[in-house]
């Protein structure tokens, strides 16, 4: 029996993509438009990730915050929080970087059809929540009542402040905002993400739960879900952690028998019962 | 597969006549242990071994590779490298033929990793029942004792005066044919190299107290022993378990400039999940923080993940881990302390 590969193409040679827009949005996020050299759409579900190389520092891995509807390009917004990202950070449009993927099993489309959703977003959790929410707005119709939930600690650290204000300003979704601790400029509500629970009415029958924010804010989101009554395969949340390689292999991003980057990062609540390493339910 | 027998006193022109056609490599003596490098003569290999430090895995899969080289530039040229070299590995012992046969899947599996899959095709392996297993050994417990699904060329047996050598694939074949000194075995040479699998066998002192087909749910129960902390609590994360290991192989992948800063290559390394950044994130959050949480993580990927998704114990039963812990954390005691805390 030959043990060679059957395919040729090694896993871990990227493709090169040019940098076509790079826009500062915080102190420390920016938001790049990206399209592959090669012509070809990047081809993601809303919930995926690339590996992005910055060749001579190193290649790290980022959710795609556009939706697979918007053609022609393909968004990341990245946080300058280390060496590939403050690299990165220092691209101006023109410059190339190389994309691996996309990789991860992105979110359940096939679930939220004809549903309710609720999103929750923390942080930089918009960041992935935006692909999603974008392509349920480019197919509007397929869908129930949306619920868009969004919490960060400043109102400085708010991402998308365009977009959030076309989000809310739809007659067609409901979009609460809060801050953990405002600013002189901030009239809206303040407090943690839970306490905007009790500003939406949801069907918990309909509606499907789609989370994304810092391991903090899980464990608290998801008991308010619970208790509003929607069952836990129908809490949806994504993951993250250390990933070198994104096609499972290295070993970095496991939480207990599964791969983050392959098994996920979009995982139930149900998934995450079994999956103490995820820090989410304990056992 | 087919039967055949060498005699002793041809051994030598043999291993001559195959270092003439390849590297070949084997186990050589080196102070009071073993490893396998190159062999340039048959009289330096050591084939009464025990184990050795470094499994064989070192050959297929690198302390450190080459995966990309690229020139930067206004339009990086970048290009894959995979690195192969035709090789002999001579005188595998069963526990490390499994210890491929499990590397050859996960580097398989869903997505084929050409770097691993193209190095192991280039290899020919000669494997060698082993006669002197040592206290650390517990191949009969992992069922590992026996190769019979391992993927060899030849397998040899030493028999006293000869060695029943198991010709298992056309590799193997072409490395025996038109060689007279291959004769064809005797009705009796089955039952001898059972015999001999049977004697070593018979030496394993050391052994799990619970059938290995019951481990992986077995693991579901003791996820919260306070045997992860006894034992935890002395790690030092040094990591050195995951490098001898024959089924370990999470890597880092980095980037190094030449200092021309014009060209460079992405290359990856040995990693290890028992190590403390293993799994840090850019915020400073360390996913597995403690060395308890780090063992327990490491036991759970050889006795129940990989085991329950390929079948297959995923630790082999060599003891390397056990030898080279600083601290001897000792895989069987571990699990024995686990059943028994559990009654």
Request: proline fraction near 5%; aromatic fraction near 8%; charged fraction near 25%.
């Amino acid at each position: 029996m030959a043990i060679k590969a059957n395919q040729t193409e090694s896993l871990y040679l990227p493709d090169l993509a040019e940098i076509t827009r790079a826009e500062k949005l915080t102190e420390l996020e920016k938001c790049f438009g990206l399209k592959l050299k090669n012509g070809n759409e990047l081809g993601h579900k809303p919930g995926q990730f690339v590996m992005v190389s910055v060749f001579g520092i190193g290649e790290a891995p980022f959710s795609v915050s556009s939706s697979p509807t918007k053609e022609g390009s393909f968004e990341l917004c990245i946080r300058n929080a280390g060496n590939v990202t403050s690299a990165i950070h220092k691209l101006e449009p023109g410059a190339l970087v190389g994309i691996r993927g996309p990789f991860g099993n992105g979110f359940p489309l096939d679930l939220l059809s004809g549903r309710d959703i609720l999103f929750v977003a923390g942080g930089l959790g918009i960041v992935p929540m935006r692909s999603l929410v974008n392509y349920v707005l480019d197919n509007r119709d397929s869908y129930g009542k949306l619920t868009i939930l969004y919490g960060c600690k400043t109102p400085a650290e708010l991402l998308f402040r365009g977009e959030l204000e076309r989000w809310e300003k739809r007659h067609d979704i409901n979009y609460q905002v809060t801050v953990d601790k405002p600013d002189s400029s901030w009239h809206r509500h303040v407090g943690v993400i839970t306490t905007l629970f009790p500003k939406v009415t949801i069907d918990p029958d309909r509606t499907i739960a789609i989370v994304v924010g810092p391991p903090v804010m899980y464990r608290f989101v998801a008991l308010e879900c619970i208790q509003r009554g929607i069952v836990e395969s129908r809490i949806i949340m994504s993951l993250e952690r250390r990933m070198k390689c994104g096609v499972g292999k290295c070993g970095h991003c496991q939480i207990n028998g599964k791969y983050v980057c392959q098994d996920g990062p979009v995982f139930t609540l149900t998934q995450l019962r079994g999956l103490p390493e995820g820090g989410v339910i304990r056992r | 597969m087919s039967l055949m027998i060498l005699e002793k006193a041809l051994f030598n022109s043999f291993i001559e006549r195959l270092i003439s056609q390849s590297e070949v490599v084997g186990p050589k003596r080196k102070e009071n242990t073993c490893a396998f490098e190159v062999i340039n003569d048959p009289d330096e290999l050591f084939l009464d071994y025990t184990t050795t430090i470094l499994p064989p895995k070192k050959y297929l899969f690198p302390p450190e590779e080459t995966l990309l080289k690229f020139n930067l530039g206004e339009v990086p040229e970048v290009e894959p490298v995979v690195e192969i070299k035709e090789r002999i590995l001579l005188g595998i012992h069963p526990c490390d033929l499994w210890g491929i046969w499990e590397m050859d899947k996960v580097f398989a599996d869903r997505n084929e990793d050409t770097n691993y899959l193209d190095k192991r095709e280039a290899v020919t392996i000669i494997g060698l029942e082993c006669l002197n297993p040592d206290e650390y050994c517990f191949c009969t417990s992992v069922e590992t004792a026996v190769p019979e699904e391992c993927q060899y060329d030849l397998f040899l047996t030493d028999l006293g005066d000869e060695y029943a050598v198991i010709v298992s694939s056309d590799k193997g074949r072409r490395l025996v044919v038109g060689d007279d000194a291959f004769q064809p075995a005797r009705s009796s040479t089955l039952a001898e190299i059972k015999a001999k699998q049977d004697e070593k066998s018979a030496k394993i002192t050391s052994t799990i107290q619970m059938d290995v087909s019951e481990l992986p749910l077995f693991f579901d129960n003791v996820y919260d022993s306070p045997v992860w902390e006894s034992e935890g609590k002395r790690c030092y994360s040094c990591g050195s378990c995951v490098m001898v290991c024959p089924t370990c192989f999470c890597f880092d992948a980095v980037d190094q400039m030449e200092l021309n800063l014009a060209s460079g290559q992405r290359i990856r390394r040995w990693d290890g999940c028992m190590l403390q950044d293993f799994a840090i994130v850019a915020s400073g959050e360390n996913f597995r923080h403690t060395a308890e949480a780090r063992l327990r993580h490491r036991m759970y990927r050889k006795y129940q993940y990989l085991m329950a998704k390929y079948g297959k114990s995923f630790c082999v039963g060599c003891g390397r881990c056990g030898r080279a812990c600083l601290v001897d954390i000792n895989p069987v005691s571990v699990v024995n302390q686990l059943i028994e805390a559990g009654q």
